[in-house]
T-cell receptor, first 113, second 113 residues
Framework: TQLLEQSPQFLSIQEGENLTVYCNSSSVFSSLQWYRQEPGEGPVLLVTVVTGGEVKKLKRLTFQFGDARKDSSLHITAAQPGDTGLYLCAGVRFYNQGGKLIFGQGTELSVKP | DTEVTQTPKHLVMGMTNKKSLKCEQHMGHRAMYWYKQKAKKPPELMFVYSYEKLSINESVPSRFSPECPNSSLLNLHLHALQPEDSALYLC????????????FGQGTRLTVV
């Protein structure tokens, strides 16, 4: 069972279109992070959301954390070819040994010129 | 210096070889992580070091042996690997052992032949 369900898994759109990626769970997370990864590179942290209902903007990217801290969304306005990549959401869960980052399956985004 | 540096970037090794992956950060972060990532999949946590002590081992086979010589360095020693161990190995760090990763390295692309 996947703890974090990310959708869609694949998205191919034209330049200028808007899109939303969803990250859902039945579990509460203390915080949630979004990463972007290009082929052959490590993931790059885009944002961390901590408070339920929080909205953060990063240029054309808008991130939202659900009120109950179980879900999050990433909205991209007027997508550009440079936005192409693998988008990963990840939530922090605490265990006896410490905190772990639990990843969603990822969304592979392709923006065509 | 806000980065995690991994060497080598690419590694090809035979199933009887012994090799090591290296990771370095100079941000004063006290937690460091090893992740394994297969193509088109999210990273999977392998090990966590918190304040130079191994705090999490995700039931990783003993042919992978982590080592944290000091707070800036993290190694992953490899011995008798299998072809299915071929993957991108990512090192990451965070200020504390909260699990909330701040920075990933660019990864080592490992191929076992």
């Amino acid at each position: 069972t996947q703890l974090l369900e990310q959708s869609p898994q694949f998205l191919s759109i034209q330049e200028g279109e808007n899109l939303t990626v969803y990250c859902n769970s039945s579990s509460v997370f203390s915080s949630l992070q979004w990463y972007r990864q290009e082929p052959g590179e490590g993931p790059v942290l885009l944002v961390t959301v901590v408070t339920g209902g929080e909205v953060k903007k990063l240029k054309r990217l808008t991130f939202q954390f659900g009120d109950a801290r179980k879900d999050s969304s990433l909205h991209i306005t007027a997508a550009q070819p440079g936005d192409t990549g693998l988008y990963l959401c990840a939530g922090v869960r605490f265990y006896n040994q410490g905190g772990k980052l639990i990843f969603g399956q990822g969304t592979e985004l392709s923006v065509k010129p | 210096d806000t980065e995690v540096t991994q060497t080598p970037k690419h590694l090809v090794m035979g199933m009887t070889n012994k090799k090591s992956l290296k990771c370095e950060q100079h941000m004063g972060h006290r937690a460091m992580y090893w992740y394994k990532q297969k193509a088109k999949k999210p990273p999977e946590l392998m090990f966590v070091y918190s304040y130079e002590k191994l705090s999490i081992n995700e039931s990783v086979p003993s042919r992978f042996s982590p080592e944290c010589p000091n707070s800036s360095l993290l190694n992953l020693h490899l011995h008798a690997l299998q072809p299915e161990d071929s993957a991108l190995y990512l090192c990451a760090s965070s200020p504390t052992g909260s699990g909330r990763v701040a920075f990933f390295g660019q990864g080592t692309r490992l191929t076992v032949v």
